[in-house]
């Protein structure tokens, strides 16, 4: 009995202790964590936001930033949203439109949908998901309904959105996503 005790006491320490091993980059440090959360979110094609302008309901509404970069605004025209942070959109949004149009305009931003990500392999609900910011792999996994039973849950692959090839990294719980990512959790081999 004592003899069984220790010997599924050192099994469990020898399991606990080969998950500490991983091939590819080691993320998910409090730095990593902490820059994503500093790098705020900037606006890109396909963004789609809801502007409000308050007493003015003809230029509320949806607008999504096109090809070529801008949102197109009644009144206003074109107006650069692409590498803007939301806030800038909307000082941006309440300069054009104070300069000819609206007296005293109260401008507000929402994101309504941000470029997608998307995931793949063992999760049960696999596909394209509206980015979110401060994103990070185990939360997108949960939006996809969590892990299969045969997904390998101690590593993914990540193809960010402007590289040619996926690189594996250890999964935890601040292994960051960015809009655009391709995510692959793999199967398990035992």
Do not use: W
């Amino acid at each position: 009995m004592r003899s069984t005790f220790f010997f599924a006491a050192a099994f469990a320490l020898v399991v606990g202790l080969s998950g500490c091993s991983a091939d590819g980059p080691i993320t998910g440090s409090s730095e990593v964590l902490q820059k994503a959360q500093e790098t705020p979110y900037r606006l890109e094609t396909g963004d789609k936001l809801h502007i409000t302008v308050f007493g003015e309901a003809n230029l509320s509404g949806d607008y999504i930033v096109s090809s070529d970069g801008n949102i197109a605004l009644p009144l206003v025209g074109n107006i650069r949203a692409t590498g803007l942070t939301i806030p800038q959109l909307q000082q941006t949004v309440t300069n054009s439109l104070s300069d000819r149009y609206v007296q005293n305009p109260r401008v507000t931003i929402d994101e309504s949908t941000l470029r997608p990500y998307f995931i793949l392999g063992e999760v049960n609900k696999p596909g394209q998901y509206s980015y979110v910011p401060d994103l990070t792999a185990l939360g997108a996994v949960a939006t996809a309904q969590g892990f299969t039973y045969r997904a390998d849950m101690s590593s993914i692959f990540i193809r960010h959105a402007r590289q040619a090839s996926e690189q594996q990294y250890r999964l935890t719980s601040t292994t960051m996503i960015e809009p655009g990512d391709t995510i692959r959790i793999t199967q398990r081999y035992f």
